[in-house]
């Protein structure tokens, strides 16, 4: 069982920046992929970026390729979500996620997740 607790949420103005933190329960935080996935007012939710078990594979969404980048401690059960460049239309709540262990799907795969955080408001004002 893997718990989430994500912080770092709030409002910036469009160009600024905000770092999400995403910390975790567990013995075992490096046998899991980390993702972030957000849900805009009316929208379904969507995958932003993720990080493999060691960190020296990251995947991210078009949207934000570029702009966010995705990282992890796992001597502190962390995950981390750098977001630059803000635009009004990243306004969300950010979900933190975590993959079934050894997972070998893909990293963007909604399905692939077997434990969330309880989300963070990101809002960026234009």
């Known amino acids: 069982q893997v718990q989430l607790v994500e912080s770092g949420g709030g409002l910036a103005q469009a160009g600024g920046s905000l770092r999400l933190s995403c910390a975790a329960s567990g013995r075992t935080f490096s046998r899991y992929v980390m993702g972030w996935f957000r849900q805009g007012p009316g929208k379904e939710r969507e995958f932003v970026a993720a990080i493999s078990p060691i960190g020296i594979t990251t995947n991210y969404a078009d949207s934000v390729k570029g702009r966010f980048t995705i990282s992890r401690d796992n001597a502190k059960s962390t995950v981390y979500l750098q977001m630059n460049s803000l635009k009004p239309e990243d306004t969300a709540v950010y979900y933190c996620?975590?993959?079934?262990?050894?997972?070998?799907?893909?990293?963007?795969?909604?399905?692939?997740?077997?434990?969330w955080g309880q989300g963070t408001q990101v809002t960026v004002s234009s």
């Open positions: 996620a975590a993959s079934r262990p050894n997972y070998s799907g893909r990293y963007s795969d909604i399905a692939g997740y077997d434990y």
